[in-house]
């Protein structure tokens, strides 16, 4: 039954996505702020979705934390589902990520129309060049930021590198940063076809100045706050 539920969902998933995504390209004339909202419902269509299929669901504590201001989320990153929910928790966002993503059909050209902070991760200076260009264009059109420090996807109990690329920006671009924790690997594990029927907890932390802190301090922070409650959630 896992396995039924797991291939109705996907095949709901690429159903849906063609279609929406060859809509989604008429959408360029709009604003990235207008364009984001409709290109957000895909996320929050395949949350529902996955809970009729999968009978998986989440819940998200910590909302009051969620400023009324820019901010920069610098989460843990265990599957594709945290890209998902977080177009439903969070305000208007836009992720950094590597620019071949964006090289993938149908799913690349609806995340490009998102305007993503897309830079070349092996132009090393540049690249912190770019993010910084990009993020500051982004912030002025109103969208906070995503980054997922350890840059990859790792499986539950695992601890990443927490690359300071995310505490750097922030501090850049003097954003309050927000730490966000959750279990979703447990259930849509790293490159696995099945979703696990469940609750995944997401935990939102407060705020951590960036005004007062060096981008190690914060990258320290962040990455503390992260796998503490990490710990917590895997017992």
């Known amino acids: ?59 998200a504590i910590g909302l009051e934390n969620i400023p009324n201001k820019p901010f920069m989320i610098l989460s843990k990153h265990q599957s594709a589902w945290e890209t998902l929910v977080f177009q439903k928790i969070f305000p208007p966002q836009v992720w950094v990520l590597k620019k071949e993503l964006l090289w ?67 501090h850049e671009l003097k954003l309050d940063i927000i730490p966000v924790a959750h279990n979703a690997g447990f259930f849509w594990q790293k490159n696995s076809f099945l979703r696990k029927p469940g609750v995944i907890k997401v935990v939102i932390g407060q705020p951590i100045s960036s005004g007062q802190n060096t981008p190690e301090k914060l990258n320290q922070i962040s990455k503390e706050w992260i796998e503490n409650k990490m710990t917590e959630l895997n017992v």
């Not at 539920?5 to 990235?32: A, E």
């Not at 969208?143 to 420090?149: A, L």
């Open 1 to 59: 039954m896992l396995y039924l539920r797991s291939f109705i969902f996907q095949l709901g998933m690429w159903l849906f996505t063609i279609p929406f995504t060859l809509l989604c390209l008429f959408l360029f004339p709009l604003s990235p702020i207008t364009r984001y909202k409709v290109i957000s419902l895909w996320a929050k269509s395949m949350l529902h979705w996955l809970k009729i299929t999968c009978n998986l669901s989440y819940e």
């Open 104 to 170: 993938i059909p149908f799913f690349g050209w609806g995340l490009a129309m998102t305007s993503p902070i897309a830079i070349n991760r092996a132009a090393g200076r540049k690249a912190l060049d770019q993010m910084k260009t990009q993020g500051l264009d982004r912030i002025n059109k109103r969208f906070n930021i995503v980054i997922f420090p350890e840059g990859t996807r790792v499986k539950p109990g695992e601890v990443g590198k927490y690359h300071i690329g995310g505490a750097w920006l922030a």
